[in-house]
């Protein structure tokens, strides 16, 4: 009974900054790669960024590379999503996702063993 929560989500002007939360409980956090997707309306769900279990390994989409930082606090159970420089094209439901393999960190959506509910990002022009 692994629950991951997000949050964070909002409205930002574009250009501006959010920094989403992922609170894990119900598992060994520790032990997970953990990862953020992200799905804009009328699209597919997309890999953002991942991030090994001790947090030593990140990987990220082209797309949000120099811009998004992921990281994690093993003591909280809870990785992050900092994101700067957001453009409307970032606008999406951002979703926080664990794999077992916690030192895989390829950004495959099937290797996700476990799903938070997601939230929304909206960035204005």
């Known amino acids: 009974q692994v629950q991951l929560v997000e949050s964070g989500g909002g409205l930002v002007q574009a250009g501006g900054s959010l920094r989403l939360s992922c609170a894990a409980s119900g598992g060994t956090f520790s032990s997970y790669a953990m990862n953020w997707f992200r799905q804009a309306p009328g699209k597919e769900r997309a890999f953002v960024a991942a991030?090994?279990?001790?947090?030593?390994?990140?990987y990220y989409a082209n797309s949000v590379k120099g811009r998004f930082t992921i990281s994690r606090d093993n003591a909280k159970n809870t990785v992050y999503l900092q994101m700067n420089s957001l453009n409307p094209e970032d606008t999406a439901v951002y979703y926080c996702?664990?794999?077992?393999?916690?030192?895989?960190?390829?950004?495959?959506?099937?290797?996700?063993?476990?799903w938070g509910n997601g939230t929304l990002v909206t960035v204005s022009s």
């Open positions: 996702a664990a794999d077992r393999s916690g030192g895989r960190i390829r950004g495959y959506l099937y290797d996700m063993d476990y």
């Open positions: 991030i090994s279990w001790s947090g030593s390994n990140t």
